[in-house]
């Protein structure tokens, strides 16, 4: 009986590193727009790539949330419990760069939870560096031609009325 | 007998197109304020500047003739041409400026995208964009959506003159109330109601989903002119996908099919007379073609099998449809998917719906319901006549608000604007497989920009060849028109042409 257990157990442990070891093989990485653009033979598959963190999280349910990652000008949705979204604290916007994660998860060209969306549900998030601030500095040439141009409006709609008098006398 | 345009003509044209430039300058105010309220400043320096360049430019041009001087057909026509480039060009300005274009050409792409409620767009970095840049891209939508001239008018910027001629020309034919002026303010006043209804709809959704409050707000305002005016833009890199939430997409449905109902149909609802939604050759020629081609892209997507079970591809496939058949252009799928995952049959009813568009007077695009539902009147009406004894006279009568004849003409009306549009598409799609795009893709995108829909294969994009950029901008500009006004326009200025050649050969 002794033997047959030590047999067993001797054959799952060997049949079982494989697999992990597969499993460590089979993380691809890739950018978003790849995921974008439907490599062949990647759905199903465990990705990791890095992004942009941009606009907010979004409620997906009680405990998950949709974060989109913005990689080579392309976002991808991604799933994911909302305590990995906590780690985030900055999302890029007009005045923000986006904190920068790395994503681990598995890639649903058409996912069948999600009504056929292209998404990734993330097993890990990781924070690769914080947002900063985009700088942009008002012009004041801009305004100096925009109240130019806006005086000589006046001053020629002044004409206009004037115009518009002469035809109604 | 060609018309021949004299200087007065010119002057005359110059005057309406100005006015028309001051009045989309004006409009710069809705962006500045939104810009000074979110303290964006660079950006509120941006509208200032193509507020004044375009009012200073705009009020030069009114003052080459005399307020109120009478405008004929030919000039309305031609002044309708010319207001949707001089608009988009006093539009492209602010967005040229706000460094997420890679040039002016890409900035006059959009804004003619957005006035002609396209919705295809050339934007780097959207999802950096500034909060008062996406007003503007947006509002664009409402502008154009509602007509140029509409807007014009209804705000009564000095165009009373040639209000008539100038609505007409514009391809308005809604006689809802007596007055042009009453009618502009009906069609404003019904916008109004699906804008604020939408906008609330959308803005419970965005909070639903954890959106912060005031950005809630502009979102769903945003999405809801987009979807209502059948534009398309988004203020997300990812446009409707962005939300993740199926309410959106059901919500943004029902504003497409407001969007796309004739202005007439809205007024008889309005009115309680909700049979003619029945009985309208238009309303029942547009259901058909929505549920063959639902049908026609429900069988697609199960064969590619890309999509898996029946609410999966129903969602994709019925939101799609309804995108491309409106004109809308939003979409939940990323370009590469339409080749690969939605296929050939699924793709190739996209395309169909966005060739034959939603309904005459309403904000859609393409050939119209309407002139499909007349063509298909007209070919039973031959095949009768072909089978009825020769001294037998066969009529044909359809209903489109009352009871009417067909006639010749209408039938060759019907038939010159579907050939023109075909025409059209094909030669866009063409064009962009002489740049080396597939076949299907360079097609898909030509009747996406002729048809003012905005759905995209990933073919616009700011690399792509500058000659496409203009090909589509024409096409877009000449599908909102529907060629005539632009045919109008080209063929005046080639007569211009020619008589000052002759003028000095013979100096």
Known sequence: MRRVFTSLLAICILGLLPATALAAETIVDVTPAEMASVIEGLDGSTVRFSGEVVSEALRADEENV????????VAMGVFMPAEYAEKVSIFGDYRHNGDIVQIVGVYHEACDEHGGDMDVHATELTLVSSGTPREQPPQAWKGVVGVLGLLFALLQSRRFRRMKDEVVT | MWVKLDRRDA????????????GVGLAMVVPLVTALVLKEWDPALDYLMGMGLSCAAGMALALSSPPN??????????????AWLAASLAAALPLAFSGNYGSYLDALFDAMSGLTTSGLTLVQDLDHLAMSHNMWRHFTHLIGGQGIVVAAVSIAIGLRGGAMSLYIAEGRDEKILPNVVHTTRFIWFVTAVYVVLGTVALTVVNLNLGMETARSGLHAFWATI???DTGGFGPQSMNALYYHSWVFEFITVILMIG???NFNLHADVWRGDRKELFRNIEARAWGSNVLILVIFSTIGLAATTAFNGVPEILRKGVYHIFSANTGTGHQTLYAAQWAKDYGGLAMGAVILAMAFGGMASSTAGGIKALRLGLIAKGIVWRVRESLAPPSAVIKQRFHHLDDRDLTDSLLN??????????????????????YGYPIGDALFESVSAAANVGLSTGITNPAMPALLKIVYIVQMWA?????????????????????????????
């Open chain 2, 479 to 507: 599908g909102r028109l529907e060629f005539v006004a632009l045919l109008a326009l080209f063929a005046s200025l080639a007569i211009a042409l020619r008589r000052r050649r002759a003028g000095r050969r013979s100096a």
């Open chain 1, 66 to 73: 949709w974060l989109n990652v913005l990689g080579d000008g």
């Open chain 2, 226 to 228: 987009a979807t209502y």
């Open chain 2, 413 to 434: 009306s019907a038939f010159m604007v579907f050939i023109l549009y075909m025409f059209s598409y094909i030669t866009g799609g063409l064009i962009g497989a002489a």
């Open chain 2, 69 to 82: 001087t009478p405008l004929n057909r030919t000039n309305a026509l031609i002044v309708t041409a010319l």
């Open chain 2, 259 to 261: 969007g796309t109902l």
């Open chain 2, 11 to 22: 002057r005359t044209i110059a005057h309406y197109t100005g006015l028309l430039i001051v």
